[in-house]
């Protein structure tokens, strides 16, 4: 089983529609949750991050997060063309020698159509 | 916002030979910065952590006498790929933490640089 896991896609919607990516990750001690995009030929951008269950709203994107399910979400509403990325799913270790580390999921691409 | 460099942006090199990488925090310090490799159509994949003043930590699996890490001041971590073959060719991207803020939400967060990508003929 993969540490994080997310549907490598792609996934396609239309202009305007809401997407909805998701991840799934093994280790239960994790306690840090983050949302990049990254464009292709660029390093990742943070978009979002969350720490605690329950939803976090920033502008068009939601992160929603739930421990006991070892699920996080990203949901993206009135997309937009500029949106089409490959959306990465990662998640801060748990403690001790691994804090701070992050562990990446292979990432879910989006394309958004006119 | 925070910002992370690197340097260069792309190298063509041949191979055998050594190829050293850049990674400079342009407005905090970092105590702690992480290299990490990806390669065409996958993720990214933690290679290494470096930690200012000491020596830096391998992932399982990477080697450290081949990937040398030197991270000499607050602002600057190098890494060098040594002997470099074909199957280095990827891309080398860092990161680091910033520990500016007393929250704990923005020091958790790494901000990435912009990337290098490497060529090995």
């Known amino acids: 089983q993969k540490e994080v896991e997310q549907n490598s896609g792609p996934l396609s919607v239309p202009e305007g529609a809401i997407a909805s990516l998701n991840c799934t990750y093994s280790?239960?001690?994790?306690?840090?949750f983050f949302w990049y995009r990254q464009y292709s030929g660029k390093s990742p951008e943070l978009i979002m991050s969350i720490y605690s269950n329950g939803d976090k709203e920033d502008g068009r994107f939601t992160a929603q997060l739930n421990k006991a399910s070892q699920y996080v979400s990203l949901l993206i509403r009135d997309s937009q063309p500029s949106d089409s990325a490959t959306y990465l799913c990662a998640v801060n270790r748990a403690g001790g020698t691994s804090y701070g580390k992050l562990t990446f999921g292979q990432g879910t691409i989006l394309t958004v159509h006119p | 916002g925070a910002v992370v460099s690197q340097h260069p942006s792309w190298v063509i090199c041949k191979s055998g030979t050594s190829v050293k990488i850049e990674c400079r925090s342009l407005d905090f310090q970092a105590t702690t910065m992480f290299w990490y490799r990806q390669f065409p159509k996958q993720s990214l994949m933690l290679m290494a952590t470096?930690?200012?003043?000491?020596?830096?930590?391998?992932e399982q699996g990477v080697e450290k006498d081949k990937f040398l890490i030197n991270h000499a001041s607050l602002t600057l971590s190098t890494l060098t790929v040594t002997s470099a073959h074909p199957e280095d060719s990827s891309f080398y991207i860092c990161?680091?933490?910033?520990?500016?803020?007393?929250?704990?939400?923005?020091?958790?967060?790494?901000?990435f640089g912009p990337g290098t990508r490497l060529t090995v003929l």
């Open positions: 280790d239960r001690g994790s306690q840090s």
């Open positions: 470096s930690n200012e003043g000491s020596k830096a930590t391998y």
């Open positions: 990161s680091a933490r910033d520990y500016r803020f007393a929250s704990v939400d923005v020091g958790q967060k790494q901000f």
